[in-house]
């Protein structure tokens, strides 16, 4: 059984591997907590707002994934009648390789 002060902190832990944060990012936040008392509002705060850019970077891609997944994403792969339209003869492999189109945030897909 967890001490009630760490219930929040294995929550949280456990939100941040749901969402795709590796545990060197999760472990670098929650030792800027303190350990010899709870963590108060304040301190969640200041760990909300460094997470903040970098959560709010992984929510723009994976809205960018939802919009586009069923368009040419610039990989390469020509299976969409829209690559040859978007990605004729995958021109797009000269910036490199992946899916060119979801790696930016304007892409010749739209």
Request: aromatic share 4%; proline share 4%.
């Amino acid at each position: 059984m967890y001490h009630r002060e760490m219930l929040r902190r294995i929550s949280i832990i456990r939100v941040a591997q749901t969402l795709g944060m590796t545990l060197k990012e999760i472990s670098e936040a929650m030792n800027e907590l303190p350990d010899q008392r709870t963590p108060t509002k304040r301190d969640w705060e200041k760990l909300s707002k460094k997470w903040q850019a970098e959560l709010d970077e992984r929510i723009a891609q994976m809205q960018r994934l939802r919009d586009k997944l069923t368009r040419c994403i610039g990989c390469g792969c020509l299976s969409l009648r829209s690559c040859t339209l978007h990605n004729r003869q995958d021109h797009i492999a000269a910036d490199g390789p992946g899916p060119r189109f979801l790696l930016s945030e304007s892409s010749d897909s739209e």
